[in-house]
Each structure stands twice: as structure tokens, then as C-alpha cells.
């Protein structure tokens, strides 16, 4: 079993940067691969990136791509999605989740992760 715990959300303006930060405890972190996802108000849960065991595995959602950039500590059991430029339509609440089923990559769908946190929560104004 592995816990994972969101943390770095806030309100900020449009164009500022945030990195959020997920933690992990209970088995090897290494072996796993981490997902970020986002639910907005009144929309679906949606993938926003996520990093393999192998941390040149990683693959974004279209619309973050060049903005968001998504890294792995392995001594610190931590992934972090730096976000920067960011927009309004990037408000959401933002979920870290993990899996060990790949070798070296990762899933988009969220049925594919075993492990969620709570979510954290990001709001950006214009």
C-alpha cells in the first residue's frame, strides 16, 4: 500500500507559476509510476501528466504541454508538477495517484492508478 499526500495548491494570476508537490510512503517509491490529474468544477477528471519509474517516461495532456513539467526524487519519495504560465481554464483541484504495474512508463486513464491523495487545490484568476 502506498499513500501519497498533495501539497503546494493555491490562488494565484494568471501567467504565475506554482509546483505542486506529492509525497509517497509505504512501499519503494521507485517503483512506482506517478499520474497528476485535475477535476474541475463541473467537468470530468482529466489526465494532466504523468512520470514512469524511469523518469524519462513522462507524457502530458495536449493543453499543458510546454507549460507543465512533471519530476521524480526518489531519496525524497516525492513527484512535482511545476506549473508555469499558468491560465485560468487551469483552475481545478489537482490529484496525485501511483501505480507499480509498468516496467518504465505510464497510464493516462485514472482507472489505471491504485493510489490517490486528496487533491489539492488551484485557482487561477485573470
Known amino acids: 500500500q502506498v499513500h501519497v499526500v498533495e501539497s503546494g495548491g493555491g490562488s494565484v494570476q494568471a501567467g504565475d507559476s506554482l509546483r505542486l508537490s506529492c509525497a509517497a510512503s509505504?512501499?519503494?517509491?521507485?517503483?512506482?509510476?506517478m499520474g497528476w490529474f485535475r477535476r474541475a468544477p463541473g467537468k470530468e477528471r482529466e489526465f494532466v501528466g504523468c512520470?514512469?519509474?524511469?523518469?524519462?517516461?513522462?507524457y502530458y495532456t495536449e493543453s499543458v504541454k510546454g507549460r507543465f513539467t512533471i519530476s521524480r526524487d526518489n531519496a525524497k519519495n516525492t513527484v512535482y508538477l511545476q506549473m508555469d504560465s499558468l491560465k485560468p481554464e487551469d483552475t481545478a483541484v489537482y490529484y496525485c495517484?501511483?501505480?507499480?504495474?509498468?516496467?518504465?512508463?505510464?497510464?493516462?486513464?485514472?482507472?489505471?492508478?491504485?493510489?490517490w491523495g486528496q487533491g489539492t487545490q488551484v485557482t487561477v484568476s485573470s
Open positions: 495517484a501511483a501505480a507499480d504495474k509498468w516496467a518504465m512508463g505510464c497510464a493516462t486513464r485514472p482507472t489505471e492508478y491504485d493510489y
Open positions: 512520470i514512469g519509474r524511469v523518469a524519462s517516461r513522462r
Open positions: 509505504g512501499r519503494t517509491f521507485n517503483n512506482y509510476a
